[in-house]
C-alpha cells in the first residue's frame, strides 16, 4: 500500500514486556517521526529520525527506543511497557526538513495492563 | 523554548455557523505554523500551514487562518461548518530537524 503504515493497530501488553510498534512509509521520506498522544496533551515527540542511521530524542524518549536501517522503516520498541505508556502513537514523515508538511500514519493504540 | 496554546479545549457550533479556532505561540523569530485536523480514530491531514509573505492562509476544506505577528496568534476560521467538520484540530510550530510542536488541541462538536 501507498503511504505511511502502521502495525499493529491495537496492542495490549503487559507491564514489563517488550513491544515494538513498526512504522513503514513507501515515499523514501528522508524524516520521520514518533508521537505520542494523551489526552489534554495533544501529540508529543518521542523521537525522530533525519536519515538511515540518524535519530535524535523528542520530548518524551524515556523508556523508547528506535533505529532507522531502511529509510522505508521507522520502528519504536518499549523496552520494558509501564502502564503511563498506555497511549496512542503516531508515525509520521516528511520529504525534508524545516517547514515541510509531516503525513500521519493511522495510528497504533497501546495498552499496558 | 517555543510554544503552542490553544486557549479553548472544546468549541460547540451549530451546522452553517461560523467557527474560529484560537493559537497563540511563543517563539523567537518567525514560526513556520501550521493546523491539522484528525477525525475520530485517524491521524492526523494538514489543513494549512504559514511561512511568510500574505498573512491570510487559505486552505483545504474552505478554512483558512491569519497570521497576527503583533498577537502572537494563528487563529483558524471557516464561514460556514459542516458537520463533517467535527474534529479535534492541532495548531503546531515548526522547529528545527522538521519537528513539530502541537498545542493540546481542540475538539470541535457541531449540533444540527
Known amino acids: 500500500d501507498a503511504g505511511i503504515t502502521q502495525s499493529p493497530r491495537y496492542k495490549i501488553t503487559e507491564t514489563g514486556r517488550q513491544v515494538t510498534l513498526m512504522c513503514h512509509q513507501t515515499w523514501s521520506h528522508s524524516y520521520m517521526f514518533w508521537y505520542r498522544q494523551d489526552l489534554g496533551h495533544g501529540l508529543r515527540l518521542i523521537y525522530y529520525s533525519a536519515a538511515a542511521d540518524i535519530t535524535d530524542k523528542g520530548e518524551v524518549p524515556d523508556g523508547y527506543v528506535v533505529s532507522r536501517s531502511k529509510t522505508e522503516n521507522f520502528p519504536l520498541t518499549l523496552e520494558s511497557a509501564t502502564r503511563s505508556q498506555t497511549s496512542v502513537y503516531f508515525c509520521?514523515?516528511?520529504?525534508?526538513?524545516?517547514?515541510?508538511?509531516?503525513?500521519f500514519g493511522p495510528g497504533t493504540r497501546l495498552t499496558v495492563t | 523554548a517555543q510554544s503552542v496554546t490553544q486557549p479553548d479545549i472544546h468549541i460547540t457550533v451549530s451546522e452553517g455557523a461560523s467557527l474560529e479556532l484560537r493559537c497563540n505561540y511563543s517563539?523567537?523569530?518567525?514560526?513556520?505554523l501550521f493546523w491539522y485536523v484528525q477525525s475520530p480514530g485517524q491521524g492526523l491531514q494538514l489543513l494549512l500551514k504559514y511561512f511568510s509573505g500574505d498573512t491570510l492562509v487559505q486552505g483545504i476544506k474552505g478554512f483558512e487562518a491569519e497570521f497576527k505577528r503583533s498577537q502572537s496568534s494563528f487563529n483558524l476560521r471557516k464561514p460556514s461548518v459542516h458537520w463533517s467538520d467535527a474534529a479535534e484540530y492541532f495548531c503546531a510550530v515548526g522547529e528545527g530537524w522538521g519537528k513539530l510542536q502541537f498545542g493540546a488541541g481542540t475538539q470541535v462538536v457541531v449540533t444540527p
Open positions: 509520521a514523515s516528511s520529504e525534508s526538513g524545516t517547514g515541510d508538511e509531516q503525513y
Open positions: 517563539y523567537g523569530a518567525t514560526p513556520y
